[in-house]
């Protein structure tokens, strides 16, 4: 539970993740290398005062996750991986402002994008959006996961296609420690789990694929990909549980 005053420190924090990615977001072209988005991230951060979350973070060499295409989450940032026209690439960051943590996720489609890769995208933001809508005082848990559930699921109807909901990985608690309980699965029945309360903060991060729900690690330790090599997205906002609605603390300035 965070005061009032916490969760203003934690916007502060937030704000530091939005502007990050809106700087990764602008210099991420074909061309460029995920590596030279670490940088761009890294150099936001500390411009701010801040630091990255998870550089360091049980071992993880980076200040960003940049997962493409087939990736799911967890990318390594690499001077060898040098993004293409018509890529998709998953961009997770998180940083530290005076102790608080703020952690965030977008999906950039890069070059001329595919009509497939826009609608997966597209789903996943507005899968993230309906689960972030549920987090009101006097919610359970499991009305958010079911939530995402429902939006990602109507998202494949409409859009005609199938839609992998990866269960292995999902939401958590966010404050003084980056993953902090209880883990929020992108999965749930309504009417279940936790009791919500206003002073919460949670961060809501669906990955949809665009084939199946299974996963693999790869030999690096930290690179997830889908098991059938379809292509995936992922977005994410850390969000505070307040008496007048969801309050997103990584969204952009307005």
């Given at each position: 539970?965070?005061?009032?005053?916490?969760?203003?420190?934690?916007?502060?924090?937030?704000?530091v993740?939005?502007?990050?990615?809106?700087?990764?977001?602008?210099?991420?072209?074909?061309?460029?290398?995920?590596?030279?988005?670490?940088?761009v991230?890294?150099?936001?951060?500390?411009?701010?005062?801040?630091?990255?979350?998870?550089?360091?973070?049980?071992g993880?060499?980076?200040?960003?996750?940049?997962?493409?295409?087939?990736?799911?989450?967890?990318?390594?940032?690499?001077?060898?991986?040098?993004?293409?026209?018509?890529?998709?690439?998953?961009?997770?960051?998180?940083?530290?402002?005076?102790?608080?943590?703020?952690?965030?996720?977008v999906?950039?489609?890069?070059?001329?994008?595919?009509a497939?890769d826009?609608?997966?995208?597209?789903a996943c933001?507005?899968?993230?959006e309906?689960g972030?809508?549920?987090?009101?005082p006097?919610?359970?848990?499991?009305?958010?996961?079911?939530?995402?559930?429902?939006?990602?699921?109507?998202?494949?109807?409409q859009?005609?296609?199938?839609?992998?909901?990866?269960a292995?990985?999902?939401?958590?608690?966010?404050?003084?420690?980056?993953?902090?309980?209880?883990?929020?699965?992108?999965?749930?029945?309504?009417?279940?789990?936790?009791?919500?309360?206003?002073g919460?903060v949670?961060?809501?991060e669906?990955?949809?694929?665009?084939?199946?729900?299974?996963?693999?690690?790869l030999?690096?330790?930290?690179?997830?990909?889908?098991?059938?090599?379809?292509?995936?997205?992922?977005?994410?906002?850390?969000?505070?549980?307040t008496?007048?609605?969801?309050?997103?603390l990584?969204?952009?300035?307005?």
């Amino acid at each position: 539970m965070k005061t009032p005053g916490q969760v203003e420190a934690m916007r502060a924090a937030g704000l530091v993740v939005a502007s990050a990615l809106a700087a990764v977001t602008e210099a991420a072209k074909p061309g460029v290398s995920t590596a030279d988005l670490d940088e761009v991230a890294e150099a936001t951060i500390r411009e701010a005062g801040a630091e990255p979350s998870f550089l360091g973070y049980q071992g993880f060499p980076a200040s960003i996750c940049a997962s493409v295409n087939e990736q799911v989450v967890h990318g390594i940032p690499s001077r060898e991986q040098v993004l293409g026209d018509g890529d998709l690439v998953s961009i997770d960051c998180g940083a530290i402002l005076e102790g608080w943590h703020g952690d965030a996720a977008v999906t950039l489609l890069l070059g001329t994008p595919r009509a497939e890769d826009e609608m997966l995208s597209a789903a996943c933001r507005a899968a993230m959006e309906a689960g972030i809508a549920r987090l009101v005082p006097g919610g359970r848990l499991g009305d958010v996961g079911h939530a995402v559930e429902e939006e990602a699921r109507r998202r494949a109807e409409q859009d005609g296609r199938e839609y992998g909901i990866v269960a292995d990985y999902g939401g958590h608690g966010i404050g003084t420690s980056m993953h902090m309980e209880p883990f929020v699965p992108n999965l749930g029945r309504a009417g279940t789990g936790m009791r919500l309360r206003s002073g919460m903060v949670l961060a809501i991060e669906p990955m949809l694929t665009a084939g199946t729900d299974e996963t693999e690690e790869l030999a690096d330790g930290w690179t997830v990909v889908t098991a059938d090599g379809t292509r995936a997205a992922h977005w994410e906002h850390s969000v505070a549980v307040t008496d007048d609605g969801p309050r997103v603390l990584t969204a952009p300035a307005s």
